[in-house]
């Protein structure tokens, strides 16, 4: 099974910047995307940004030119940096990633979730 683990959430201040990281193990022999989605209470959960094998990115309209996503592909790892954080970013961040493994018996797809992290921005 491949796992995602996620990092680097917290609480800041309106303005500042947070980056947050998630890595991925478990036989993988492809990753087709790589994406961060969100949710804040009371709200469905939505695509902040994502990224492709060939490194193409996409924004939700609400962080685009606050947010940047990165992949290290050697390391099977994904950043999301934020920075001018707003109180409205305020949700738990969850990392997921599409790819194929190596079950040990044979190659198969996987749409794998972490555990989600929790940002908070106080105004």
């Known amino acids: 099974q491949v796992q995602l683990v996620e990092s680097g959430g917290g609480l800041v201040q309106a303005g500042e910047s947070l980056r947050l990281s998630c890595a991925a193990s478990?036989?993988?022999?492809?990753?087709?995307?790589m994406n961060w989605y969100r949710q804040a209470p009371g709200k469905q959960r939505e695509l902040v940004a994502a990224?492709?094998?060939?490194?193409?990115?996409n924004y939700a309209d609400s962080v685009k030119g606050r947010f940047t996503i990165s992949r290290d592909i050697a390391k099977n790892t994904v950043y999301l940096q934020m920075n001018s954080l707003k109180p409205e970013d305020t949700a738990v961040y969850y990392c997921?990633?599409?790819?194929?493994?190596?079950?040990?018996?044979?190659?198969?797809?996987?749409?794998?979730w972490g555990q989600g992290t929790q940002v908070t921005v106080s105004s």
């Open positions: 478990g036989g993988i022999r492809t990753i087709a995307s």
């Open positions: 990224i492709t094998g060939g490194g193409s990115a």
């Open positions: 997921n990633a599409d790819g194929t493994y190596f079950s040990g018996r044979a190659y198969q797809t996987f749409s794998s």
